[in-house]
């Protein structure tokens, strides 16, 4: 997927969603500012499961105004709709009411590079999980979602199956990262190469940081997010102590 690229709609070419996402038209509902506070913006564009509602958190108790991704959440599924399209410019009005950004669709697709000549002020953060306990994680959540059964054997049934029951944010953002390689394999190799892609296009950027979520933890980037440095990352994920949760 580039910045310029428009998929062509699926079946249902006169729905109302499918033609606003079509439209190249300004529309007053999605120029408007709905919270942004006029400091700085933000671009998490860590992956899913990669510590993304912390961030969230944590930046929303700062006083930002927060777009982040929840498959409870309409506009993360219109957002994730938007991106599966190419429709990266409705992102980009979308985005002008919103301070900092997290999980998808900022993470996960190519939408950072667009991002970066529309908000040339804005900085960006990549966090990096390690593969396996990011695996570990992604692969959890679909078997929390959608069960375990033989119904739901491979990794494409578990994303079809949560799909089918309206959460088509996350599977459509899965798909299009593991270009239809749906595996274990598919997946880790996706991850790989979209955060080496991330690293390559910010390279020299002294506007882009990157590293781990130990790092992440223990506040190496809060200086560079506007944070004192006593503020801690949030546990979003009580059960699971010591780190900040995807």
């Known amino acids: 997927v580039t910045p310029s690229r428009r998929r062509t709609p699926g079946s249902i070419p006169g729905s109302p969603t499918i033609l606003l996402?079509?439209?190249?038209?300004?529309?007053?509902?999605?120029?408007a500012s709905w919270g942004n506070t006029g400091t700085m913006r933000i671009f998490n564009l860590s992956l899913p499961k990669?510590?993304?509602?912390?961030?969230?958190?944590?930046?929303?108790?700062a006083g930002h105004a927060v777009c982040d991704g929840n498959w409870r959440d309409h506009k993360t599924n219109f957002l994730m709709l938007a991106a599966h399209m190419g429709n990266y410019d409705l992102i980009d009005r979308v985005a002008h009411g919103y301070d900092m950004f997290s999980d998808a669709p900022f993470g996960g697709t190519l939408y950072y590079r667009q991002a970066a000549h529309t908000f040339p002020d804005a900085?960006?953060?990549?966090?990096?999980?390690?593969?396996?306990?990011?695996?570990?994680?992604?692969?959890g959540m679909l078997d929390a979602d959608v069960g375990a059964d033989a119904m739901h054997d491979t990794l494409e049934r578990k994303l079809v199956a949560a799909f089918?029951?309206?959460?088509y944010g996350y599977p459509?953002?899965?798909?299009?990262?593991?270009?239809?390689?749906?595996?274990?394999?598919?997946f880790l190799h996706a991850k790989a190469a979209?955060?080496?892609?991330?690293?390559?296009?910010?390279?020299?950027n002294d506007r882009f940081r990157c590293g781990s979520m130990d790092a992440f933890a223990d506040g190496a980037f809060n200086a560079f997010l506007g944070l004192e440095d006593g503020v801690k990352v949030p546990h979003m994920n009580p059960a699971k102590a010591g780190a900040p949760q995807g």
């Open 50 to 61: 990669s510590g993304t509602p912390s961030f969230g958190a944590m930046m929303r108790d």
């Open 164 to 167: 089918n029951a309206g959460r």
């Open 172 to 186: 459509l953002l899965a798909m299009d990262l593991c270009a239809g390689n749906a595996t274990n394999d598919g």
């Open 21 to 31: 996402l079509q439209s190249t038209q300004p529309r007053t509902m999605l120029a």
């Open 194 to 204: 979209y955060e080496a892609g991330v690293e390559a296009f910010f390279e020299g």
């Open 123 to 139: 900085k960006f953060l990549l966090i990096k999980r390690a593969p396996e306990a990011w695996w570990a994680s992604f692969a």
